[in-house]
């Protein structure tokens, strides 16, 4: 199946996982689910035409999907429709798993950063770590314990696989405790660990930052929303190709492709249209694309094999997509 495709689940359990979040297990309607490596995420079509992106927070089985949802009053309204509309029973419309966030099994061990609900791929990199028997370290910041999801599933994987697995939790809203200092995390491990963030801008961030100078292939991030400092998708005019379809369009300086494609009819799935989530992803016949995404990794990006159509534009005057 490919990650653009869509099926359709069936929620067979909801749970009060901390004060705004709540998971959600989505069983398959016929047969298997695809298969999904730690790290993944699906995307949930939330209303017609509009998909939003869960990471997978449960062990790699294939007979249910467990994802996890913070209620963000403030968002696009994705958050609410899963918090008020979905019930047991409801049946949703669901992609298949994409994963830009893989874990490393082959690391000599394995830090794991999370703040908020950026814990959901982090838990389920943690459960693959303890099946495999590896070592980690996982730091989980979050204002008080009442808002962080998963922490008894968490404290159990730690009790379970201690020396190997240790829990550190930074409740930074209790009288007198202080944030996370990444420093100490980074002078703390083997200069030869893997390490691993999720969660809010600031920290992402301040993470990239502190570990910038270790090699990239061990520095791994996964954002939930665009940096601030993103450009989304503008830049000079260009031509895009569809070789399967035979159309051409131009792309102005203020419009993404994808902005066009869906103008004129073309239908594409896509969701954060920030860079971020992969759903858009699609392969590159000829050109060389101006990737402006944060999924491809700079291998990935040089290959010129794909590109996310959201964002990222051309570097010269024409592109041709496999569409
Ligand atoms: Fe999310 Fe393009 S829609 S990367």
Redesign the pocket.
Known sequence: MKSSETFEVEVRGIRIEAETVRSFELWPVSGELPAFTAGAHIGVQVSPGVIRQYSLTNALERHRYVIAVHRDAGGAGGSMYMHDSVTLGSRLTVTAPLNHFPLNEAAAHSVLVAGGIGVTPLLSMVRRLCELGLSWDFYYCARVPARAAFLRELEELATASYPKGRLHCVFDGEPGATSLNLDDVLAGHRSDSDFYCCGPVPLMDAFSATFAGLPPERVHVEYFKAPAAATVGEGAAFTVRLSRQGKTFVVPPNRSI?DVLKENGVPML????????????TRVVEGVPDHR?H?LTPEERASNQTM????SRCKGEALTLDI
């Open positions: 994808l896509s969701s954060c249209q920030q860079g971020i989530c992969g759903t858009c992803e995404d999924v996310m159509i959201c964002v």
